[in-house]
């Protein structure tokens, strides 16, 4: 995650990776099931390798208010800091609050699908991410400037 590229490209790259190992997991879990345990341990390691990806993609990155591992508690005390109520100026918490309502839905989202199984989440997660990532990367095409032959 550390390569020099766009900011853009790292994320929107990070992104396909994220969904590729998100993917891995949802396969693995569909077709063995979780209750094994060399499948369950499997299926977290590939989780938590996406996750840590991720994190050092948007620390390397340094995407404002993305900070994952203190994600919610800076979101939430940015929102506060930050208001008006509290003598700021309101900035950027219209995207603060999009961050809350996208942690919480995806929360819900994902508890509501794992009462059934585990698979779906991760898939949902998976297609979420790919197509984030494949905006992303479509986006960082085409505003990139053109090769000289």
């Not at 050092?56 to 919610?72: G, K």
Request: glycine residues 8%; hydrophobic residues 50%.
């Amino acid at each position: 995650m550390r390569r020099r590229k766009p900011t853009e490209r790292l994320f929107a790259e990070s992104l396909c990776i994220t969904a590729a190992l998100i993917l891995a997991a949802a396969l693995i879990s569909a077709a063995l099931g979780v209750e094994s345990l060399p499948v369950r341990w499997t299926t977290i390691a590939l989780v938590a390798f996406a996750m840590g990806s991720q994190t050092s993609a948007t620390r390397q990155a340094n995407v404002p208010d993305m900070v994952l591992p203190q994600l919610v508690t800076l979101v939430v005390h940015g929102l506060a800091h930050d208001s008006r109520l509290a003598g700021g100026r309101g900035e950027r918490s219209l995207r603060r609050r999009g961050i809350v309502l996208a942690l919480l839905l995806g929360a819900a989202g994902g508890a509501t699908l794992s009462t059934y199984a585990v698979w779906p989440g991760l898939l949902l997660a998976a297609a979420l991410l790919a197509l984030a990532g494949t905006l992303g990367l479509r986006t960082t095409a085409e505003s990139a400037p053109p090769e000289v032959l």
